[in-house]
């Protein structure tokens, strides 16, 4: 069976691009694969973070992959910092990695901006730990976004490089799993830009815990245009939040864009909002009340949690072991 590892940021406030990008797929994956979640506190704080905040952050986002359907019985659900593995690779592969792969890397172009001289190393590096994050448990699968691409590439890059250096078979090269570009939820307020928890509008996105009343009227102000909805695909090109309504329902509802288009074609987003929230509301709703349960009991995520750091380690161990025998390191 393929081993998949992907992993998610402590940043709190999950939303719905969270779910559908993300999370719904990781609970559609366990049943075909050997899965290892990761919540990737060790990649968070490559920014300065509160550290109480970070915290409850992490359990956060742990209750909802739980809650989305990711069961902790047939997944392993961990949080990085808890597996040292993953930085006693980094630091080897960081030994392996060219400066001049890193400069290609355009994440840390557009998150450092003008001043990357004051950029923390971490955050220069943070593809290092991603390929380590991966390889410590030889996964041959990374379920990611077409902008994280580049990274996965990286990780092959450095898996090869660890080979050819101590000439051995020893790392796979991990395939990118592109997810579908249905799942790219855009902002409710403007949609020609990523739904985002960080946005400052609570009517831009729909929240994990949100409950319905607050699904259903978050939709019922999301922005449009005055025209009926089209009769075509076509008939979205330059429609941006017509097509971003439309694409939500798709998503929701497992069909593709161009069903919902003929279902609803000529009608007005009066029909079609009631339509949505009735189906965000019945999807979303028994989430919501689970992630609310989970976060309300601490305890019960913080054992699924030690959990999964024991069986991450069980299975990273042994594999970053023999790395530091290849690389020569004495254990006396």
Same mark, same amino acid.
Request: net charge negative; with cysteine.
């Given at each position: 069976m393929k081993r998949i590892f992907s992993g998610i940021q402590p940043s709190g406030n999950l939303q719905l691009g969270?779910? *559908?990008?993300?999370i719904r797929n990781w609970a559609r994956m366990q049943k075909d694969y050997e899965c290892i979640f990761c919540v990737v506190d060790l990649h968070a704080i490559t920014l300065p973070q509160d550290p109480e905040v970070m915290r409850q952050a992490t359990r956060e986002v742990a209750a909802g992959v739980i809650a989305g359907g990711v069961d902790?019985?047939?997944?392993?659900? $961990?949080?990085?910092?808890?597996?040292? +593995?993953?930085?006693?690779?980094?630091?080897? $592969?960081n030994c392996v990695a060219r400066m001049g792969w890193l400069n290609r890397m355009t994440q840390f172009k557009e998150k450092a901006g003008k001043d990357r001289d004051g950029a923390f190393v971490g955050l220069y590096t943070y593809p290092v730990l991603q390929a380590a994050d991966i390889l410590a448990y030889k996964?041959? @699968?990374?379920?990611?976004?077409? #902008?994280?691409?580049q990274h996965i590439e990286l990780s092959r890059d450095i898996a090869q490089a660890f080979n050819s250096m101590f000439g051995v078979d020893f790392f796979p090269l991990? +395939?990118?799993?592109?997810?579908?570009?249905?799942?790219?939820?855009?902002? *409710?307020? #403007?949609?020609?830009?990523?739904?985002?928890?960080? #946005?400052?509008?609570?009517y831009s996105r729909i929240n994990m815990t949100d409950g319905p009343d607050e699904i259903a009227q978050k939709i019922r102000r999301a922005k449009t245009d005055?025209?009926?909805l089209p009769e075509s695909l076509e008939g979205l090109e330059g429609r941006p939040e017509a097509a971003n309504l439309i694409t939500i329902f798709a998503a929701l509802s497992d069909r593709t864009? +161009?069903?919902?288009?003929?279902e609803f074609a000529g009608k007005g $987003?009066? @029909? $079609?909002?009631?339509? *949505?929230? +009735?189906?965000?509301?019945?999807t979303l709703g028994p989430i919501g009340d689970e992630m609310k349960r989970l976060m309300a009991a601490p305890d019960e995520v913080d054992a699924v949690l030690r959990n999964g750091v024991e069986k991450a380690r069980a299975i990273a161990q042994p594999i970053v072991r023999e790395a530091q025998d290849i690389v020569g390191f004495l254990r006396p």
């Open positions: 969270n779910y *559908l990008g993300a902790p019985a047939s997944c392993i659900i $961990f949080n990085q910092s808890q597996v040292p +593995e993953h930085a006693e690779l980094a630091w080897i $592969f996964a041959t @699968d990374v379920p990611v976004g077409e #902008d994280q691409k991990p +395939e990118p799993r592109i997810q579908a570009e249905a799942a790219r939820i855009m902002s *409710l307020r #403007d949609g020609s830009k990523k739904m985002s928890k960080s #946005d400052p509008s609570e005055p025209h009926p864009v +161009e069903s919902v288009v003929t $987003f009066g @029909d $079609f909002k009631g339509a *949505l929230s +009735e189906l965000a509301v019945s």
